[in-house]
């Protein structure tokens, strides 16, 4: 059962930050038809906030994001983006919504072919008729705010792991969208560069009135900057609330997910028999 | 037999996706030429590297036509007509189906392997969450790329095995056919119909390779076996229509 003791998706204290952006009901999402990634969440991405998404690995956190990003179709319920049901749009439509949204994936998904400033330049080239001079500005500040200004005309592979995230959310925020989706921002980041994108999310948030939502296995760090905090695991929401209200949740999957605790119900196994069974233990032991 | 019935549905559904796909290519062809740069850079990926070979391959057939030729026709007294020989062979058969296989070869199996390897890295993806369609901006221009470079490296492969290399250097340099021969009975027995239909089989394998070798690449498992079976099944698949459809398109062209 989800921990209710915080605030229902359906009721957001957040209704003073504003309305949802995004309101999930009823979603169901699987791979297969037996094994069900969501099975019927509720959850709301309230306007102007940074949201967390966290939970086990495999519980489908990034494919919660490309379900509300429209790459994937869910098997039922609803994904509404500022009163739109995503999954009832055509393609332009759907297109046209996704101009209003940026998304930084997990490896960072830079055109290989093209330099860093072209994979800044490519959805202005692409979405807007603004003047070379003024796309090669906007590209420099936005590479400015990430800190690779200076790494403008390196290629795609003359950059490290955490450069390459750092290129690729300059890329995500060029068309300066309302809401912007972080999978995985902080991994393979030094310490200099993960205080830094704390800072620059936190910022970009507030200052250009955006709405965020961080997929994130960083416990301490996502903590820090999100307003609102979801605990996914086993298909369901199992905690949601303000980061005080969650990390003091009873909820028994959240409490061993934040404490990173051994025994609890979330399993650290993949489900399997029994070792000695495995191993033929028992049946060694019969022949003996 | 369910098994049986299983892989012919399984079979007729991925011929029917690749149709789907291929219609799919065909719309998109306009918005090619919104971005000329895009495409000629695919030209130049799938055209301009690929001469090497082309032209070395044409220049070695050339070669051993002209040396298997002179052979059998000094049999019958008739060594000069080794230049129609050569070229009615080049371009009936030899020119478009060697560069058709050459061509699945090293640019097929390039751009199945490139755009798959976009797919796992999530490249086609972050495009689409761009509101970019990768189908036009990536699969098209490599489309119209292979269709538009596959004639043309036919057209050297062509030039190279029978003027260059093959009749000439073989027969008229080093085996001493009479030139004026040599050129003569080319000119008077090598049609416009010919070349015509040797560029028509080109444009069909060059749609066929492309077709094939872009699909398999968009569809590729997002990982390194996808991307590898991806390359594989493009260079066979490619392969066999080239040899099958030249089969077709000779009974029909050649009657």
Redesign the interface.
């Given at each position: 059962m989800p921990d209710r003791s915080t605030s229902a998706p359906d009721s957001p204290t957040g209704s003073a930050v504003g309305a949802p952006l995004v309101r999930i009901r009823g979603l169901r999402f699987g791979y297969t038809r037996r094994r069900l990634v969501y099975d019927g969440i509720d959850l709301d991405i309230v306007r102007g906030q940074v949201t967390a998404i966290m939970g086990p690995s495999g519980t489908g956190k990034t494919t919660l994001l490309r379900l509300i990003g429209g790459q994937w179709r869910p098997n039922a319920g609803t994904i509404v983006f500022d009163g739109v049901d995503i999954h009832r749009q055509s393609r332009r439509g759907l297109y046209a919504l996704r101009k209003r949204m940026g998304m930084l994936f997990q490896n960072g998904a830079l055109l290989s072919d093209l330099s860093v400033f072209e994979n800044v330049a490519f959805p202005l080239r692409e979405h807007t008729r603004l003047p070379e001079s003024m796309i090669r500005d906007l590209v420099l500040l936005k590479l400015d705010a990430v800190g690779l200004r200076g790494a403008r005309d390196l290629s795609v592979s003359a950059l490290s792991g955490g450069m390459g995230r750092r290129v690729a959310l300059a890329r995500a925020i060029a068309l300066d969208p309302e809401m912007v989706m972080y999978d995985e921002p902080f991994t393979g980041q030094d310490p200099i560069s993960m205080a830094v994108l704390m800072r620059l999310i936190r910022t970009l948030n507030d200052a250009l009135g955006l709405t965020s939502i961080i997929v994130s296995h960083d416990v301490a760090e996502v903590m820090s900057i999100a307003d609102r905090v979801y605990i996914v695991s086993g298909g369901k929401v199992v905690s949601h609330g303000t980061p005080a209200e969650v990390r003091s949740s009873t909820e028994a999957h959240a409490r061993q997910f934040l404490r990173g605790e051994h025994d609890g119900p979330l399993p650290f196994h993949y489900p399997a028999p029994p070792l000695d069974e495995d191993l033929g233990l028992s049946r060694r032991a019969a022949a003996a | 037999m369910n098994h049986l019935f299983g892989t012919l549905a399984g079979i007729l559904a991925g011929l029917g996706r690749a149709t789907l796909f291929l219609f799919q290519l065909v719309t998109a062809l306009p918005y090619v030429l919104l971005r000329p740069g895009i495409f000629l850079r695919q030209l130049y990926m799938v055209g301009v590297l690929s001469l090497v070979i082309i032209v070395v391959s044409g220049s070695f057939v050339g070669m051993v036509l002209g040396l298997q030729g002179y052979r059998t026709l000094s049999e019958f007294g008739a060594t000069s007509s080794l230049g129609v020989f050569v070229a009615l062979t080049v371009i009936r058969e030899l020119g478009p189906v060697v560069t058709g296989l050459l061509f699945a070869g090293r640019a097929g199996s390039a751009l199945a392997a490139e755009i798959g390897?976009?797919r796992a890295?999530?490249?086609l993806?972050?495009?689409?969450?761009?509101?970019?369609?990768p189908l036009r901006y990536v699969a098209a221009p490599r489309f119209l790329a292979g269709f538009i470079a596959m004639p043309l490296l036919t057209a050297i492969f062509s030039v190279m095995a029978i003027g260059v290399a093959g009749g000439y250097l073989i027969g008229v340099t080093l085996l001493g056919v009479d030139p004026g021969a040599f050129w003569s009975q080319i000119h008077a027995d090598v049609h416009p119909d010919d070349i015509l239909q040797s560029m028509i089989k080109a444009l069909v394998f060059g749609v066929t390779i492309s077709w094939i070798a872009v699909y398999q690449g968009y569809h590729a498992a997002p990982n390194s076996e996808g991307v590898s079976r991806a390359t594989t099944t493009t260079v066979v698949a490619s392969s066999l229509a080239v040899l099958g459809l030249d089969f077709v398109l000779t009974a029909f062209m050649f009657r």
């Open positions: - | 390897l976009m890295t999530d490249q993806s972050g495009m689409e969450m761009m509101a970019v369609d």
